[in-house]
RNA sequence: GGCGACGUGGUGAAGUGGUUCAACACGGAGGUCUGCAAAACCUCUAUUCAGCGGUUCGAAUCCGCUCGUCGCCUCCA
């Protein structure tokens, strides 16, 4: 079986089946850099994570880039009203984005490449553009895609060209074009905001531009799969292969991959709304990271997901039930023979996990097999009726599942100093019978973050993840 | 106005013609275990899948209509 993945473009769901056997290139719309990034962004985010994650886990080599916007209209609003260069605001929310990537356990891409560092390779295209009479010249130096020079505009987003509401929403700075459904690919330079010395003139690039630009840099003309929150869908992707393939004539994208919005309040989370919850202030806040990463990527990635309270606290509960289980295996001590049918009831797991993902990512049923994986194996620790070895393997199988969602406590997790004597002290009081003693360290060792549970293995402790 | 997605229990959500098809998680009720606690396990918590009509031997699953929610057509993950 072979993993299966819902094309965009035709609507189709196909095999996987990459240009070069056994390499999947893949590039991920990332983010623009001016501000904190909400956790709808990182819905998106993540999701491109775990099928990274998982195809990496079926063994095949992915090559994984996500682009980071680093000039636009609203970077050069930004740093001017902070007076600094667009280079200074996007260096520091860049480093931001990294921090709030690697709290959610973000795989790092394999390349983030910068807008302003691929200006030339916008440029090429952009010439090439012109050459083939597919982009013109506006009177102050702007540079525009003509739409009308490619007949399958409109047919990543069903839309008819023909159809689109203009005049309603055009901007006012873009007068001058052949048609105002046009895009720009090269704004002129403006006072006040930077520019680039090209031989297409002084100005900046478009914003869709750079996605070609650079997804062709580093996975050619043709790559695998493109991903991207749905809202990207029109214009920018449509844009996006409408320029791309005019350029080069070859087919940009084979396998269109679309996240569907994260709600807040019943609306789409979106900066411009304002009705955003941002990953900052949430882990400032205390939640912790598992949770909410659990919460982002456990319901499938086509579905819409309302974000609320509730919702993290049911992921907090969820990803406290699989520690205790991690817990309980790694303190599991029995001598017996090994169980002989834990081989077959631990295959079964991957079999039926593999086999979800493998149905277009679905990521729900993966995780029920996990939770029945974890029921099976809670019950067999309260037999005890498998072996120290059985446990390890159980907990090894656990671990394997979870390259994929990267949600399990860090198997290097030590016990800080100050609670492991706290631990011992606690020991100390149970050998002596001392039970007042034992409730109060209990009690401390929870005030620091510290769930103990007193078992046969002995005492067991684990991290107690806080909501908020 | 055009296009599209969706509507499953107290909540989130899987399931897209039959065979444990109503998973899984959270929450709730009872029980077992335990110094206490916690955890875990067991039992229960939707004769029913927005409503109506149709196709079929058989539908949550296909078709039609109605109602409702959301999204795209503009920057947006």
């Known amino acids: 079986m072979t993993t299966r993945l819902q094309d965009t473009l035709t609507g189709e769901t196909r095999p996987l089946d990459p240009l070069e056997p056994g390499h999947v290139r893949i590039y991920s719309c990332g983010p623009t850099v001016y501000g904190p990034a909400h956790i709808g962004n990182f819905r ?6 775990v099928l990274v994650r998982y195809l990496r886990y079926r063994g095949l080599e992915v090559t994984w880039v996500m682009n980071v916007t680093d000039v636009d209209d609203k970077i050069i609003r930004g740093a001017n009203e902070a007076g600094v260069s667009i280079g200074e605001l996007a260096d520091r929310w860049l480093e931001r984005f990294r921090a709030d990537a690697r709290a959610l356990r973000m795989t790092q891409p394999d390349v983030l490449p910068r ?8 440029v090429t295209l952009i010439q090439a553009l012109l050459e083939e009479g597919h982009a013109y010249r506006t009177e102050d130096g702007s540079i525009f895609f003509r739409i009308d020079s490619w007949p399958a505009y409109g047919r990543l987003a069903r839309l008819d060209p023909d159809q689109l509401r203009v005049g309603e929403r055009v901007e006012a700075d ?11 690919l090269w704004k002129a330079s403006k006072p006040g905001e930077p520019s680039w010395d090209t031989p297409i003139g002084t100005g900046r690039p478009g914003w869709h531009i750079e996605c070609s630009a650079m997804s062709m840099a580093y996975l050619g003309e043709s790559f695998d799969i493109h991903t991207g929150g749905v809202d990207l869908i029109f ?18 994208v084979r396998t269109w991959l679309h996240c569907a919005h994260l709600r807040l309040g019943g609306a789409k989370m979106a900066k411009s709304t304002g009705n955003i919850s941002s990953v900052v202030d949430l882990l400032d806040a205390g939640v912790s990271p598992r949770a909410l990463r659990y919460a982002l990527i456990s319901v499938h990635y086509r579905q819409g997901l309302d974000y609320t309270p509730a919702s993290l606290e049911a992921a907090a509960a969820a990803i406290d039930r699989l520690d205790t289980l991690v817990a309980a295996l790694s303190a599991y001590s029995e001598a017996r023979s090994d169980a002989p049918d834990l081989e077959s009831e631990l295959a079964a797991a991957r079999s039926r996990f593999e086999a979800a993902l493998d149905d277009d990512l679905n990521v729900s049923a993966a995780l029920a097999a996990v939770f029945d994986l974890a029921r099976e194996q809670n019950r067999r620790l309260a037999e005890r009726s498998i072996s120290t070895a059985d446990a390890a393997r159980a907990l090894a199988m656990l671990r394997d599942l979870d390259r994929v969602l990267a949600i399990l406590p860090d198997a290097a997790d030590e016990l800080p100093a100050q609670a492991a004597a706290l631990l011992a002290a606690r020991e100390a009081a149970r050998t002596a019978r001392d039970f007042a003693a034992s409730d109060r360290l209990r009690d401390e060792l929870a005030a620091l973050g510290i769930g103990v549970e007193d078992t046969r ?3 067991r402790w684990r991290r107690l993840e806080a909501v908020r």
């Open 44 to 49: 998106s985010f993540l999701f491109a994570d």
């Open 115 to 122: 807008a302003t560092e691929h200006v030339d390779r916008m």
């Open 174 to 184: 873009e007068y001058g074009k052949g048609d105002v459904r046009d895009f720009a």
């Open 235 to 252: 214009p920018h992707h449509e844009d996006e292969i409408a320029q791309s393939e005019a350029a080069t004539g070859q087919p940009f």
């Open 457 to 459: 293995d002995g005492q």
